[in-house]
């Protein structure tokens, strides 16, 4: 049996529309919100450039592969951590499907994260990560609040100071 | 007696939901929740180690049978699973099912282990991986709302056949 390359596939189900859910992932502004103060940035045209940020500080840099409202969206993703900086950037998809059964709408979301070398450190930072994004950006669309920050304003201040030396 | 040394972690799904470690034991645990997020199956538990362990469907007959062997509320509920109300699906060893329950912050960290010991086909695994996030999304928002979804959902592709075939085959027993 030959070792399969690293992937990563996340499934939700949220009480929403495909245009919110899209709108979330694409908006700096809404993104801030479950995001844990984190947002994307980006004119999303294909070939653009994509970037994670804090504040003014860049986590993450990419550029966008696919946006196709409101169904499909694609863009590379590269951290600009220390401890991670060296590896070359894997690349994240996100498809939304509308389904019926609920008043407000249902959305099926599939993020697939792929192409990472064999034993990368992203891949095991992001399998952490996207379960704590995603499920906050349900809580938001379903209750209006995301989930709180799991993490401390100090844990922040030290991932920054690595993003920018 | 299940042999817990032989079984592989095969399939996990982790949410983080708005809640107490308390309340999702319950949901997990409590037939009046399981039936509004689990497919409308109720859940029918006794509650220690090695008790027995079923879901039902709202006529009684059981889909899941199996046992507990662990039950640590509010942090850990583990059972045996072997579906015996899917045709020729209850032929297939019994697979184990973990819950993990942790405080996050203000929210909880569900995390659900599916394990087996054998070489499952990637064609039966995609059966619970289609599965377990309709369950398990729609557990937290009969937490976080109070308003499940309805998640309607068909075995996928190849998985009937798939598991017709390991029935007749038996890969575990060689």
Request: proline share 6%; charged share 25%; aromatic share 12%.
């Amino acid at each position: 049996m030959t070792a399969r390359k690293p992937k990563f596939v996340y499934v939700t189900y949220i009480a929403s529309t495909v245009d919110k859910v899209f709108e979330a992932l694409t908006d700096a502004s809404i993104s801030r919100q479950f995001w844990f103060g984190f947002h994307v940035e980006s004119d999303w045209k294909p070939g653009s450039p994509f970037a994670l940020k804090r504040g003014d500080t860049t986590m993450d840099s990419g550029v966008v592969l696919l946006c196709e409202p409101p169904h499909r969206l694609s863009y590379t993703w590269h951290p600009e951590y220390e401890s991670m900086r060296h590896e070359r950037p894997s690349r994240v998809l996100f498809e939304l499907e509308q389904l019926k059964g609920h008043v407000k709408g249902q959305v099926k979301l599939t993020v697939t994260h792929d192409d990472f070398d064999d034993d990368s450190k992203v891949f095991e930072s992001i399998s952490g990560g996207w379960p704590l994004v995603l499920s906050s950006l349900k809580s938001m669309l379903e209750t209006g609040s995301a989930l709180e920050p799991t993490f401390s304003e100090e844990d922040i201040r030290k991932i920054e100071a690595i993003c920018t030396q | 007696m299940t042999d817990i040394s032989q079984f592989r972690p095969k399939t996990v799904y982790v949410t983080y939901i708005a809640s107490t470690p308390e309340k999702v034991w319950q949901a997990l645990t409590e037939a009046e929740f399981s039936r509004q997020y689990f497919f409308g199956f109720t859940i029918d538990v006794e509650p220690k180690a090695g008790g027995q362990f079923y879901y039902r469907y709202p006529d009684g007959r059981v889909h899941v049978s199996g046992k507990v062997l662990e039950w640590s509320p509010p942090h850990r509920f583990v059972c045996t699973w072997i579906v015996e109300g899917m045709e020729d699906f209850g032929e297939l060893p019994e697979c184990i099912v973990a819950y993990d329950i942790e405080q996050a912050g203000d929210a909880v960290k569900l995390t659900m282990t599916e394990s087996h010991s054998w070489e499952v086909p990637e064609e039966i695994m995609a059966g619970g991986r289609s599965g377990w996030p309709a369950i398990l999304s729609n557990l937290k928002s009969v937490l976080e709302t109070g308003r499940p979804m309805t998640i309607r959902m068909a075995p996928p592709e190849g998985f009937m056949e798939a598991v017709k075939r390991a029935v007749s085959e038996k890969p575990w027993q060689r």
